[in-house]
């Protein structure tokens, strides 16, 4: 989920073509624009032979508060150099170096002819450039501002041979002269005014919003001329500026009266806050641009947004959130609860709150209250990852969800916006169909078949099998007399266990009773379950004839489906790890301090929300599993952890986990599973027949 989210390029360029094309054809007669390069600007400018250090340091982050680089350079090319590739519906366009190269970039432009191909979109050669380079934006720098723009480029940025690349634009879209008709009706090229009215920070924030920033290039909607309805909140249709937008199938949220200004600079400054993270190419956007922005041009930006009326309700303040958001009524009796408890709630929680500086919330988050659902949609159906900024250094990846049909995104996506969506309408399979058709997005075709658990509300037994369900995603909750630490049995088991690889219950009932070495003789699928309550949760064993136990058997028979004790079952267990692989001592911690100790804490303690509860579960101490668990086992641990741990790691369906190579896992299996942690008096029982396996604790 995200919270500012908005592809800002493509889609500017498909705009500008569709300019162009129109004009083409509503055919202008007679090309009239002429032009001839000025040597210097009006002020009589040129570019020193020795550029004051202030005065490049200024240049460069006026880039960065134009985020230059981002349209400029491509996938693993130079700085600046262009060539990265934008496709509009009339075919492709590139971006153009723009280093200091004398034959390829702008080493021979003068300051006049650079101070006009940021104004008014006209290079040196009098070409027309589409208004995908939001030129409309930048005509309201200062001059100063954009001499220093063009000091640093011309004097700091390294020049790269790198001929520009043609556009595969054809006729009639191709005919750039038309352009100057669009500059005539919507271009206004003069520099910003500052408001006399208003102070200092708001002037600030106002002239990096609607110039050098150009937010208003994906968040304000587009007339007819698909020209930005209004670039200031003073004009004519000032209500409209920066109201928000629909960019593909992305929605560029209001940014108007957004709320509480630190929320913003955080936003800003790090990618995430207490209501969301962006997504889309507006995580390019904070990692090249917006994290480097002062703190005083971060405030002054959130002021001004601020100040912008809306009719939206604005976000609470911190004091107005409330202390513990209830987990929904229909959580657990419909299907859309059901299936966001199944694919959703390891990270965004079951009460939708998140965690806090991992996964966002879903209260308070716009994308999920939202009118228009695009930005929701797209990202369930092609994923998500947080912004990189120095602040918050590791990327966390939400999965795409494609392998769900379109009826069960639509159920999950309505259910989250009819418990966190302030009134937001639902989705429906129709809405999702069509972003599935226009994103196209990749579907895991992994033959192991999830379970979809919300469909144990057809059986009759319905209430019972969501019990047993429950019992597996709420343990220690729910049965407090049997549990002696704070673990689930989802700890292990991931999405109540439905994940391949984590520890499945698919098929499992099939294969009890059976022998168990370290039992040394056959046991129940009781036992079994059991089992795991004395060693992994340091507990008490339930009743075998009890309802809890009943109903946690009726929940895996139920996953049983047509399986045999001959059977294979795709996905089952945790795998394996090679023993010969010896682990590394001094590095068993570093992999723990890099990969685990965001969700289980940097001393093994697990992480708690405000109130206390625990989000994520210990690995060591006196609330985590015992000597006797499986997972207290070096290589056990090690093929759990490399196929399951940290999850949000990559895309993978469901919940992106894994990721470590066979060495790393191997080295903080044995790091956290030799950490000091509860006894297990009956240990002197096991494997009476068989060999006891190398890396037992006992």
Not at 129 to 151: C, I, N
Not at 171 to 186: D, G, H, I, K
Not at 383 to 404: N, S, Y
Not at 548 to 558: E, G, L, P, Q
Request: hydrophobic content about 40%; glycine content about 10%; charged content about 20%.
């Amino acid at each position: 989920m995200n919270d500012e989210g908005a592809i800002r390029r493509r889609p500017r360029l498909k705009q500008a073509a569709a300019v162009a094309a129109g004009l083409a054809v509503a055919g202008a007669a007679v090309l009239w624009w002429v032009v001839t390069p000025p040597a210097i600007d009006d002020a009589g400018r040129t570019l020193p032979q020795v550029a004051a250090p202030d005065l490049v340091a200024r240049g460069k982050y006026i880039a960065e508060l134009g985020d230059c680089i981002a349209c400029h350079t491509k996938a693993g090319g130079q700085p600046m150099a262009g060539g990265r590739g934008l496709e509009t519906p009339f075919g492709m366009l590139y971006s153009t170096n723009i280093t200091p190269d004398m034959k390829t970039g702008i080493g021979r432009y003068s300051f006049g002819a650079f101070d006009r191909a940021m104004r008014k979109g006209v290079t040196a050669d009098g070409v027309h450039m589409y208004p995908a380079m939001p030129y409309p934006s930048y005509a309201k720098m200062t001059p100063d501002d954009m001499y220093a723009l063009y000091v640093y480029l011309l004097k700091d940025v390294a020049p790269v041979d790198s001929p520009n690349v043609p556009s595969g634009i054809g006729f009639p879209f191709n005919q750039r002269w038309t352009l100057a008709f669009w500059n005539q009706m919507f271009l206004d090229g003069h520099p910003f005014i500052a408001d006399a009215a208003k102070g200092e920070v708001w002037n600030r924030g106002a002239y990096l919003v609607q110039g050098l920033g150009h937010c208003g290039a994906c968040h304000t909607p587009r007339g007819l001329g698909f020209q930005e309805l209004a670039m200031t909140e003073a004009e004519g249709s000032g209500e409209k500026f920066l109201s928000g937008s629909k960019v593909e199938e992305w929605n560029a949220v209001n940014l108007r009266g957004i709320g509480d200004v630190d929320d913003t600079v955080e936003l800003l400054k790090t990618g995430q806050n207490r209501f969301g993270t962006v997504s889309g190419s507006m995580t390019e956007v904070i990692h090249n641009s917006t994290q480097n922005f002062t703190d005083a041009d971060l405030v002054a930006i959130a002021t001004y947004l601020d100040s912008l009326p809306s009719d939206e309700p604005r976000r609470p303040h911190p004091a107005a959130v409330a202390d513990s958001p209830a987990v929904p009524d229909t959580m657990f009796t419909s299907r859309g609860g059901l299936a966001y408890a199944q694919f959703c709630a390891d990270c965004h929680r079951l009460n939708g709150e998140g965690v806090a500086k991992v996964f966002p919330p879903l209260g308070g988050n716009p994308t999920v209250s939202a009118k228009d659902p695009s930005t929701l949609v797209h990202i369930t159906l092609t994923g998500w990852a947080t912004a990189e900024t120095q602040a918050r250094p590791r990327v966390f990846t939400m999965p795409g969800f494609a392998r769900l049909t379109d009826d069960e995104i639509a159920e999950i996506l309505s259910f989250v916006r009819a418990n966190w969506g302030a009134g937001a309408p639902p989705v429906s399979a129709a809405q999702v169909k069509a972003a599935r058709a226009t994103l196209d997005p990749q579907v895991d075709t992994r033959p192991f078949e999830t379970p979809r658990i919300a469909d144990v509300l057809r059986e009759p037994n319905a209430v019972q099998l969501v019990r047993g369900m429950r019992l597996n995603t709420e343990t220690h909750t729910l049965l407090p007399k049997n549990v002696g630490n704070v673990l689930n049995c989802s700890s292990c088991h991931l999405n109540a266990g439905t994940v391949a690889d984590g520890s499945p219950y698919v098929g499992v009932s099939a294969f009890f009773p059976s022998y168990a070495p370290r039992a040394g003789r056959e046991i129940t699928l009781e036992d079994r379950i059991n089992g795991c309550f004395l060693r992994s949760m340091n507990g008490k064993p339930l009743a075998r004839d009890g309802d809890d136990m009943k109903a946690m058997v009726a929940y895996f028979d139920w996953m049983k489906r047509e399986t045999k004790p001959e059977d294979k079952v795709e996905g089952r267990g945790v795998g394996k790890v090679s023993q010969q692989i010896k682990p590394d001592l001094e590095n068993g911690p570093k992999v723990y301090a890099s990969q685990c100790a965001a969700c289980h804490g940097a001393n093994g303690e697990g992480i708690k929300d405000a109130r206390g509860a625990y989000v994520y579960p210990p690995l060591w101490g006196d609330q985590s599993f015992n000597i006797g668990a499986g997972m207290a086992r070096t290589y056990t641990a090690a093929a759990f952890v490399k196929r399951n741990m940290p999850i949000g790691m990559h895309g993978g369906f469901p919940l992106g986990q894994g990721g470590l190579t066979d060495q790393e896992v191997v080295d903080v299996a044995e790091y956290f599973s030799h950490m000091p942690r509860p006894d297990f008096a009956p240990k002197v029982n096991d494997w009476p027949k068989d060999k006891k396996p190398a890396d037992a604790r006992y």
